[in-house]
């Protein structure tokens, strides 16, 4: 390969995809990743693309607003060109609603919805469908929306990774940085930041999921009791996941994935029974700001940060591949404010 016009650093999803944009813009890069890709947060198994609540809108909102309707497209593209299935599909969610106060509240949102959706998803108030698996919900009523899309995380960074391959891109587990340097470290990164400037900037929070056979392929996924439960297009389901930020092994399962899979399983009971097939466990990039951090890197100067994703990397991948790859490569700075590095700095 001649000299690459972006090296990124990084091979979990934020990593691939703002290769992936970089490449669909023309330019020849290399991915380097000491541990391979998907290796850290994003080798898991739950893959929830849900949106947030439809009101009270701000930055970040729109931002994954726009990310989540973009995921189609996108992981259709990476699909054709991978020949390998990231799981994706817009198959929607349902939630219980509690009670009266909280069946005012998703009323409420059903209007909001309608303005700041523009019409492109719904969020409304229903009975629980027949023929759905839909968890008890003791207002009587669920939540459906159609924005909530599912994908496997897993497989997606094959298929990323595949699909980059597939355009040229080299992806070495060591090599020397070139051309415009994007950093996509997850914490690892976040924790250099922290050390180096002596400040909070981020850590990673621990989380634990699980995989279940059961197959559910065209169900919407679930949000019952605070968990995700998310039916895969490959006869599994998966369950997540616990938020810890004091933890003594990153790796480790424990008695508190026990504790979402029954929870999971009181709130559905078909899935009682159903084997445990993974326990899976990572750590999460968490910034101070609790949002993404995009743009010029603090440390290194004319090099460039994505990071942050947090607990909604997945749904805001393929967004912040194409602003980091407008940054980058044409210097076109459209990072929202809040996830600007000094938000966390
Ligand atoms: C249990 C659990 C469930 C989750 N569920 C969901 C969900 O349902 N939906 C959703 O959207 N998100 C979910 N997330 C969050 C999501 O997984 C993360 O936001 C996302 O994976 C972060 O991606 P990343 O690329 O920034 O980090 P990572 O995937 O951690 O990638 C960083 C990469 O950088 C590499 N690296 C480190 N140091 C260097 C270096 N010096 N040079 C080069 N490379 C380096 C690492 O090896 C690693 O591969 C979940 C996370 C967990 C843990």
């Known amino acids: 390969m001649t000299r690459p016009d972006v090296t990124v650093l990084g091979a979990g999803i934020f990593g691939l995809s703002i290769a992936w944009c970089c490449v669909k813009k023309g330019a020849s890069v290399q991915v380097i990743d000491p541990h391979g890709p998907g290796s850290g947060a994003s080798g898991g198994v739950v893959g929830a693309l849900a949106p947030h609540v439809p009101e009270n809108w701000n930055e970040k909102k729109a931002f994954q607003f726009e990310s989540l309707l973009m995921a189609e497209r996108f992981w259709a593209e990476v699909a054709a060109t991978s020949g390998i299935s990231p799981g994706y599909a817009r198959t929607g969610r349902l939630q219980p609603v509690p009670d009266e106060r909280a069946l005012e509240l998703a009323r409420a949102r059903e209007e909001t919805a309608r303005e700041l959706w523009q019409g492109r998803a719904v969020w409304e108030v229903i009975r629980p469908p027949e023929d759905s698996w839909a968890p008890a919900t003791p207002s009587g009523y669920l939540i459906r929306d159609t924005l909530s899309a599912r994908m496997h995380p897993r497989r997606a960074c094959r298929s990323l990774a595949a699909a980059l391959q597939a355009r040229g891109v080299s992806l070495a587990m060591q090599g020397e940085p070139e051309g415009k340097v994007i950093h996509a470290t997850g914490v690892a990164g976040l924790e250099e930041l922290a050390r180096e400037t002596d400040q909070p900037v981020g850590s990673g929070v621990k989380g634990q999921g699980a995989l279940l056979q059961f197959s559910a ?79 010029s890197h603090p440390l290194f100067e004319g090099q460039f940060i994505a990071n942050g994703g947090f607990k909604i990397g997945f749904g805001m991948a393929p967004k912040v591949g194409q602003v980091m790859a407008d940054l980058a490569l044409d210097g076109q700075d459209v990072v929202p404010q809040v996830f600007r590095p000094e938000a966390s700095l």
């Open 217 to 295: 392929p065209h169900a919407p996924q679930l949000f019952a009791d605070a968990i995700h439960i998310v039916p895969h297009e490959d006869g599994t389901t998966a369950i997540g996941s616990t938020t810890e930020r004091e933890y003594d092994d990153p790796v480790a399962t424990d008695a508190r994935l026990d504790e979402v899979i029954e929870r999971a399983m009181r709130a559905v009971p078909l899935l009682s029974g159903a084997r445990v097939i993974e326990r899976w466990s990572g750590l999460r990039p968490r910034t101070r700001s609790r949002a993404p951090m995009l743009g």
